[in-house]
């Protein structure tokens, strides 16, 4: 199974800070990662789909980068709003697997 | 609209059996794959089943954690899709949302199993 690794785990930032998540794939994926963001008490919402793709409705913000193992998603200015946990998802290769998830929270 | 909607949850005795149902629309749900993720309290994601559609032969994958417990089907007549899950334990016990795509795309607002005596 391919593991999925975020870090850091708990991340604390400023509004209007430029904010950086990491994701680990054990082994190569290509380009076939998303990321998600979950807000409290809700449903995971699609943010960022083959690595790069910003998801419709989403805002410009958000932007995503990598392949093969190493991938990151960028926030370019913080807003509270975007106080959530962020979860990566590869879907390169059976069982698809999540990394564990960065809690962002406001400094 | 997309729209995805899980009923079925609920309390369940160990050992148990529970289907939970996901009625869709908003989209052609026969071009779609669908799958079921699921969320124990205070932890992270994780993937349980997929059902690919008519095209794919309606394949269907299973996470390891629950393979020979469960079952995913789908109805096209009715945009719905299925999980059969039984010989519940205590570490089932989670939200379980059910997802359009590969991509998991969009997303129900989840439906509670508690697994307990």
């Known amino acids: 199974d391919i593991q999925m690794t975020q870090s850091p785990s708990l991340l604390s930032a400023s509004v209007g800070d430029r904010v950086t998540l990491s994701c680990k794939a054990s082994?190569?994926?290509?380009?076939?990662l998303n990321w998600y963001q979950q807000k409290l008490g809700e449903a995971p919402k699609l943010l960022i789909y083959?690595?790069?793709s910003l998801q419709t409705g989403i805002p410009s913000r958000f932007s995503g980068s990598g392949s093969g193992t190493d991938f990151t998603l960028t926030i370019s200015s913080l807003q509270p709003e975007d106080v959530a946990t962020y979860y990566c998802?590869?879907?390169?290769?059976?069982?698809?697997?999540f990394g564990g998830g960065t809690k962002l929270e406001l400094k | 609209e997309v729209q995805i909607l899980e009923t079925g949850g609920g309390l369940v005795k160990p050992g148990g059996s529970l289907r939970l149902s996901c009625a869709t629309s908003?989209?052609?749900?026969?071009?779609?794959?669908m799958n079921w993720v699921r969320q124990a309290p205070g932890k992270g994601l994780e993937w349980v089943a997929q059902?690919?559609?008519?095209?794919?032969?309606?394949?269907?994958y299973y996470a390891e954690s629950l393979e020979g417990r469960v079952t995913i089907s789908r109805d096209d007549s009715k945009s719905s899709v299925y999980l059969q899950v039984s010989s519940l334990r205590a570490e089932d016990t989670a939200i379980y949302y059910c997802?359009?795509?590969?991509?998991?795309?969009?997303w129900g607002q989840g439906v509670m199993v508690t697994v307990s005596s």
């Open positions: 998802y590869q879907y390169n290769s059976g069982p698809w697997t």
């Open positions: 908003g989209f052609n749900f026969n071009d779609y794959f």
């Open positions: 083959y690595t790069n």
């Open positions: 082994q190569n994926i290509y380009k076939y």
């Open positions: 997802t359009r795509s590969r991509e998991l795309d969009y």
């Open positions: 059902i690919r559609n008519k095209n794919y032969n309606y394949a269907t």
